[in-house]
Structures are given as structure tokens and as C-alpha cells.
């Protein structure tokens, strides 16, 4: 198993929340960039400026990372077959689009199924940072 499959790594917008708390084991920088130069992160401007009120509304983004009728290599690795294309993205599965999406478990009182999962990732997480600790 790779080092970096086993870091814990935050995502950008949980990273602000959790940047005084979270190790980075791979990396030094940081979302705000001041762990290193010292400097101040730069404000964002919100999200609604510079649009009129008046315009039209942005369509949803693709679902999928590719046009349709893209080529897709590496995939085919039969010999003798057709290149693969990606498809438009009406025409997959809805379930595809959610399987990388976390479970939800409704919580069910004490001893039960999301206690145990929550639990569980605890635990994990606990015996890595031990094990983490051990080595340094």
C-alpha cells in the first residue's frame, strides 16, 4: 500500500475548519499558504459579484468528466476490438453517478449501525495516528 493512499488529506473547504487540528504528513502547503511564508490567505470575493441580477441561469454541469463520442485510451485492452467511446450521459445508469458518494446511515439509537460505523473509523484512525507516532 502507497504512503499517500494512507494519509489523511482534507479537502480545501474542510481543510479551513479543520487546518489547526489536521497533520499533513505529505505536504507542507496549506489552503491559506501561511504555514510556510508567513503571509496572510487573500480574500475571495463572493460568489454572486460581477453578475447581473437579471441573467439567465447557469445550466447544471455534466455529470461526466468527458464529451460524448471521446476516445477513451487504455481502456480497450483486447486485441482486435473497436476503440471504446465515451457515451452522452443520459445513457448510463442513475446508480452511477452516486457509487463515490459516502453512505448516509439514519441513526438508530445506541448499539446501532451508524454508531458501530462511526465507532469503527475511530478506532482506525486512532491506531493510525499510534502506529504514526511510533515511528517518529
Excluded: H
Excluded at 5 to 20: I, K, M, Y
Excluded at 51 to 77: I, Q, W
Excluded at 125 to 132: E, L, P, S, T, V
Amino acid at each position: 500500500m502507497s504512503l499517500l493512499q494512507t494519509l489523511f488529506r482534507p479537502s480545501f473547504s474542510s481543510s479551513l475548519r479543520l487546518q489547526s487540528t489536521c497533520r499533513r504528513y505529505a505536504s507542507t502547503s496549506g489552503a491559506s499558504g501561511s504555514s510556510i511564508t508567513g503571509e496572510k490567505p487573500k480574500e475571495k470575493a463572493p460568489a454572486g459579484q460581477g453578475k447581473k441580477a437579471g441573467s439567465e441561469p447557469v445550466p447544471p454541469p455534466p455529470r461526466s468528466s468527458c464529451a460524448p463520442d471521446t476516445v477513451l485510451p487504455g481502456v480497450n485492452y483486447l486485441k482486435g476490438q473497436p476503440p471504446v467511446v465515451a457515451l452522452a450521459d443520459d445513457a448510463y445508469p442513475e446508480w452511477l453517478w452516486s457509487i463515490l458518494k459516502p453512505r448516509v446511515y439514519e441513526d438508530d439509537g445506541p448499539g446501532g449501525k451508524k454508531e458501530r460505523v462511526e465507532r469503527r473509523r475511530a478506532n482506525k484512525q486512532a491506531i493510525k495516528d499510534r502506529n504514526f507516532m511510533q515511528t517518529q
